[in-house]
Structure formats: C-alpha cells, structure tokens
C-alpha cells in the first residue's frame, strides 16, 4: 500500500480547513474527523497486506502512522482546550494557559529519554520501538483516548505521535498567551481613543502631580516604579512629559511655591467646595 498519497491528502485537506472553518472547534471536530478516516484506511491496509519488509513496518509506523496520528491528539487537545477554557475571567485564563503548559512540560520531562533519542536520530531501537511484535514489550502509559490494537499499534507510535502534538499544542498555547496579552494593549488603547483626554496644563504641573502621588504612595502602596506611573499618565493624557526627572529637578529649586501646581489644586478645590456651601 502507497501511504504517500493518502498523506498528501490528509495535509492537503487540514490546510483547506485552517483557512475555510475559521471556528476552531469547528475545524477541530473536523480535522478529527479526517484524521479518525485515513487511521481506519491505514488499519485496513495493513492489517490486508502487511509489510514486504522490517524496515517498511518501521518507516511506517515511525514517519506515516504518526502524522494522522499526531494531528489527531493535536486536535482533540485543543477541542478539549477551547471547550473548558474559562469566559470573563482573564486571571483564571492566564492560570489554565498555564496549567496546560505545565502538563506539557511534564509529558517532557516524564519521556527525556526516548525524547532524545528521537531528536538525536538515533535508529538502533528502532526494530523494537516501532515494530509490532514487540507490543507486549514494553508498558503502556497514553491516554486511554487513543486506541492500541496489537495488529495496529507497536511500543512507541503513539508516544512519538505524542511528542509530534504537543509540539504544536506548545506553539498553540503560547500563542493564546501572547493574545490575551495583544488583547489587552488594544483594549487599552482603544479605550484611551475613546476617552480622547487631554492634558491642558503644563509638564510641570502634571510632573507634581506624578512624584506626589507616587511618594504618597496612593498607586499600589508606593510599590509601581515612577517611570510607570508617568507613562500611564502620558498615554492616558495624550501628552509627552518630556526629561520628567530633569522636570522635577527644576521644580526642587524653585525658590517660591515648589508644589505650585498641588496649591493651585487644594485652593480651587476649597473655594469650589465654599462656593457650594452658601
């Protein structure tokens, strides 16, 4: 059996879906689905005509079997991923991103052995890891979602179809982390946009401002780095402060009024608060 083929369809139709299903559970159902088609036809296959050799038995359980495989774990995870991930909540998403990351990690670091002997390109295990007469041989320990069948299966398929899936779950999950970060920096300006306020009095009168609220420390308990405090402050504002630092300096020697603008801000705030009084 001609197993290329059969490949270049299944990539060629997984390509198709990312661009026409843009719903990812959507898409992931079906890449499911397709995959599950061609493991079945794979099966059949073997199970009909067997392998003219060893090396056929590994080169197909090594480099074929574990691309539908593969894809298949990948989109089950990430179907599973989209299905429980938190709504609303994104300090809840942040830590189920990064429990997922954590289990990943962990399926690593369980498998550091056979991990390097697949990225060392090691084949001298290869008769026993991907041959099926040795299926007894070794433990199984994979997740009881895919099937092993002594006639379809052999010691290290799956665990290398494993490995393939959550190579690509890892870039996928670290690229929802990097989206909820983009979301937020385009929520943020977006939000400035809409505000559209602006600072009207000088740079040193908002330079005052910046240092008493911050040695006050009114803005979480004194800890939040100054330089902080002014770049919020100028993005919010739409207003460049400029050499901030060089600002205060030149308010420090001031020899009349150093916190001029404060003043201005207590005064006219008790003569607001007396006026309504009468």
């Not at 369980?110 to 001298?124: D, L, P, V």
């Not at 959550?166 to 505000?195: G, P």
């Not at 207003?239 to 003043?263: M, N, P, Q």
Request: glycine residues 4%.
């Amino acid at each position: 059996m001609d197993f290329k083929p059969f490949i270049d369809g299944l990539q060629k139709d997984l390509l198709e879906a990312q661009v026409n299903i843009p719903n990812v559970i959507k898409r992931a159902n079906y890449s499911i689905g397709l995959c599950h088609s061609l493991l079945s036809i794979f099966k059949q296959g073997v199970i009909n005509d067997g392998f003219e050799s060893i090396e056929k038995e590994i080169e197909f359980f090594k480099s074929y079997k574990t691309i539908p495989a593969s894809q298949l774990i990948y989109h089950s995870q990430v179907r599973s991923f989209e299905l429980e991930f938190p709504r609303g909540d994104e300090n809840a998403q942040r830590k189920f991103i990064k429990k997922r990351l954590n289990s990943i990690n962990r399926f690593y670091r369980n498998h550091t052995g056979f991990s390097e002997y697949i990225t060392s390109g090691r084949t001298h295990f290869d008769e026993q890891y991907f041959t099926r007469k040795y299926f007894n041989s070794f433990p199984l320990n994979l997740s009881h979602i895919y099937f092993h069948d002594v006639d379809f299966n052999t010691p290290k398929d799956m665990l290398l179809s494993e490995f393939k899936a959550y190579d690509s779950i890892l870039v996928y999950l670290q690229n929802r982390m990097i989206d909820k970060s983009k979301l937020r920096e385009v929520k943020a300006e977006e939000l400035n946009n809409q505000l559209n306020l602006q600072w009207t009095a000088n740079k040193s009168a908002l330079t005052e401002l910046i240092y008493a609220l911050h040695y006050n420390r009114v803005i979480n308990n004194g800890n939040t780095d100054i330089k902080e405090i002014a770049s919020a402050f100028q993005q919010v504002l739409h207003f460049d402060l400029g050499d901030f630092y060089k600002t205060f300096s030149e308010i420090k020697s001031r020899k009349i009024s150093r916190t001029k603008f404060l003043d201005d801000l207590a005064s006219g705030l008790q003569s607001h608060m007396d006026s309504t009084d009468l």
